[in-house]
């Protein structure tokens, strides 16, 4: 579980970027373990204000007008590593038109 209290980012990737057929946690040994950055961070989202409080994780999200539709991964940093690569519905933020 990722502890809110000591978030320092949170991201929104690209799920094609991600190792594994295109979702969840690479294939191999890489010695990541599901910690450390995987991924893309998608170019049409810019995060900002971070703000934690011991039961969530709150941030104002931009989106460039020009992003595509579908899927993205959200995933919470920590300096102890992020939370899930495994994209559902607790985790993805789906851009619509």
């Known amino acids: 579980m990722t502890s809110t209290t000591t978030t320092t980012e949170v991201v929104f990737l690209d799920p094609d970027s991600l190792p594994g057929e295109g979702k969840g946690r690479g294939i191999g040994n890489s010695g990541n373990n599901g910690k450390g950055r995987i991924g893309r961070n998608a170019p049409a989202f810019t ?13 104002n999200v931009a989106i460039a007008a020009g992003a595509s539709t579908g899927a993205r991964l959200v995933r919470v940093l920590t ?5 899930g690569s495994a994209m559902s519905s607790a985790n993805t933020f789906t851009v619509v038109q």
Do not use: F, I, K, M
């Open 47 to 59: 995060v900002t204000n971070l703000r934690v409080t011991e039961a969530q994780v709150t941030v």
């Open 79 to 83: 300096p102890n590593g992020e939370s």
